[in-house]
């Protein structure tokens, strides 16, 4: 069983910087595939970000490349997701998850056996 808890969620205007943690327990993020999805009012939960299971390779939404960055802490065993340049349209609740199974991290929310409840980020304009 693993738990997840996410945070650093809130309020930024447009162009602003936020950094999101996911803290897990039950087992080590280390092993295992980790993501972040978002979900927007009306729309599918996306994936945002990935990071394999070795931890040597990571993997973004085309429009996130090169301002959002994930890494992780082996020792506080916990998921991060810096986000720079916010946009207005990225306004939604942010979800950490794991897959327990994969080596590589897949961007359908299917494959993932565990999820937190999720994080509210505001960008205003």
């Known amino acids: 069983q693993v738990q997840l808890v996410e945070s650093g969620g809130g309020l930024v205007h447009a162009g602003g910087s936020l950094r999101l943690s996911c803290a897990a327990s039950?087992?080590?993020?280390?092993?295992?595939?980790m993501a972040w999805f978002r979900q927007a009012p009306g729309k599918e939960r996306e994936f945002v970000a990935g990071?394999?299971?070795?931890?040597?390779?990571?993997y973004y939404k085309d429009s996130v490349k090169g301002r959002f960055a994930i890494s992780r802490d082996g020792a506080k065993n916990t998921v991060y997701l810096q986000m720079n340049s916010l946009k207005p349209e990225e306004t939604a609740v942010y979800y950490c998850?794991?897959?327990?199974?994969?080596?590589?991290?897949?961007?359908?929310?299917?494959?993932?056996?565990?999820w937190g409840q999720g994080t509210q980020v505001t960008v205003s304009s």
């Open positions: 998850a794991a897959d327990l199974g994969a080596a590589v991290p897949s961007r359908g929310t299917l494959e993932y056996d565990y």
């Open positions: 990071i394999s299971r070795s931890g040597l390779n990571t």
């Open positions: 039950g087992r080590t993020v280390n092993r295992y595939v």
